[in-house]
């Protein structure tokens, strides 16, 4: 999650988890179907605060090799950034490694891990530290690339853990398909499907387009929203 929308973009899902996590008693799941995007893809997005100004501009891109995928994000302003590659299994999405890269006020903080199949080893800071997987989990820098595979349908309800590593922890994310609604960016106006996504008292909005690509339109992470400028070069 964003320290402030002032002081860095890290814009995503990840912001999503800066709750303490608690064990929720829920059935979580693979929530991966099928995959919508082909080897190559990149997706710009405007960022805009609350009060409406602008709050920076994202990249989310999408690259094949050899069975897998790297799903990268970058959000910029005019002296933060924030970057992230996750790369997952091309079927199931689940994470091999993770690097992230956040640039605020001058500071460089920086976070490496690599997924075994019960733990996984995070690096960051100099020290190095070892978290437990649970059943059922997808890596937090990954979040926008996995909900948009979920098989889309009116009230549907999927749980998954995600793992963030940046502050070695994990937490039980909910997706609830709330129908269909018309969604307008930048980029035109689509039909698209409103995703909600809770964690914790953390509530957010997603907005995935109701066609074979499953595009993401709009994403509204309580701080700061994402909007479509072009539609994707693939």
Not at 58 to 84: A, K, M, P
Request: hydrophobic content about 35%; glycine content about 8%.
């Amino acid at each position: 999650m964003p320290r402030t929308a002032a002081a860095v973009l890290t814009g995503v899902a990840l912001s999503l988890l800066a709750v303490a996590c608690s064990e929720t008693q829920v059935e979580t799941m693979d929530v991966v179907g099928s995959i919508p995007w082909g080897d190559h893809e990149e997706a710009h997005y405007r960022l805009v605060n609350r009060d409406g100004s602008g709050a920076g501009s994202g990249v989310l891109r999408i690259d094949g090799e050899d069975g897998r995928f790297r799903l990268s994000q970058t959000y910029t302003d005019n002296s933060n950034s924030d970057e992230s590659t996750v790369l997952v299994e091309a079927d199931t999405l689940k994470p091999l490694s993770v690097r992230r890269e956040i640039r605020r006020d001058g500071d460089i903080e920086e976070v490496e891990a690599e997924y075994g199949p019960t733990e996984v080893k995070i690096r960051s800071g100099g020290r190095q530290s070892f978290l437990s997987l649970p059943e059922h989990f997808y890596d937090n820098e990954s979040a926008l690339f996995v909900w948009r595979t979920i098989p889309f349908r009116d009230g549907l309800v999927l749980h998954h853990y995600t793992i963030l590593t940046n502050r070695r922890d994990s937490a039980v994310v909910t997706l609830e398909v709330a129908g269909r609604e018309q969604v307008e960016v930048p980029a035109g106006t689509f039909e698209a499907w409103r995703l909600e996504i809770r964690s914790g008292s953390v509530r957010q909005v997603a907005w995935y387009a109701d066609s074979e690509r499953r595009y993401l339109l709009k994403y509204d992470n309580s701080e700061q929203v994402f909007e479509l400028e072009t539609m994707p070069q693939e």
